[in-house]
């Protein structure tokens, strides 16, 4: 069974300040109003947020469904995109495992891997026992995965009181800010030298390919950042 003490904990520490979840439901909202402009109609829109839960992930889906793209080929777009949530899964599993614990709960709660979710996590685990975590997380998942929800829904109400330079400005909200985590997260040398050569790398790769610079500067700098660091 869940255990609701931390269940709720677990909800209640989304609503702090410097939590990122003020900066997803600012990039939903400009998704919501995305979708309404696309011609999305209010249920589509949200069962994209219910089922995905990934922003990158949705509009990759909504621009493939525009353009006509298969269902084979939004599936296979949407995978690539959302692969990113690979690591942090298995950054964070080693974090959530106990003995005591049923594994369907893992199996369940997977769904609320996002960088959002995973960030909350990631910064409040250790005052939790681990054998707790797990429904921790599930309150931390089912909070941010709520103010997706609506989010989205209110964006897409409020569609036309949102011009193109608003809409923009609430979509960049959500990078700007995980890049301030990513500077702050700056404290060893591998994280160190993989944020910063992907910050050359990326653009760098730009030139040699725009649709893939962002995975090849990533898992190059990522990479070098790594083994370099192993070195040192």
């Not at 003490?5 to 939903?28: C, H, N, Q, R, T």
């Not at 949200?46 to 509009?59: H, I, R």
């Not at 609320?112 to 931390?140: C, H, P, Q």
């Amino acid at each position: 069974m869940i255990n609701l003490k931390y269940f709720f904990k677990g909800i209640l520490v989304v609503k702090g300040i410097d939590s990122p979840a003020f900066a997803l439901g600012a990039s939903l909202i400009a998704l919501g109003a995305l979708f309404k402009d696309l011609g999305f109609s209010i249920h589509q829109s949200f069962f994209s947020t219910f089922f995905t839960y990934a922003l990158p992930g949705q509009v990759v889906m909504a621009e493939s469904i525009i353009v006509g793209a298969s269902l084979l080929n939004i599936f296979i777009a949407v995978w690539l995109v959302n692969v990113r949530l690979y690591p942090m899964t298995v950054s964070l599993m080693p974090l959530l495992m106990h003995e005591k614990q049923p594994r369907w709960k893992y199996y369940l709660f997977s769904h609320f891997i996002a960088v959002s979710s995973w960030t909350i996590m990631k910064s409040n685990y250790e005052k939790i026992e681990k054998e707790n975590r797990i429904d921790f997380w599930l309150g931390i998942g089912v909070a941010t995965w709520s103010i997706a929800i609506i989010s989205t829904l209110i964006g897409y109400s409020i569609s036309e009181h949102l011009n193109k330079e608003m809409m923009i400005g609430l979509a960049i909200v959500n990078p700007v800010y995980f890049t301030c985590i990513m500077i702050g997260a700056m404290k060893t040398f591998q994280i160190t030298s993989s944020i910063i050569l992907g910050a050359i790398l990326g653009p760098a790769f730009y030139f040699i390919s725009p649709e893939w610079c962002i995975l090849y500067g990533g898992l190059i700098a990522g990479t070098l950042g790594y083994f370099v660091g192993e070195k040192k």
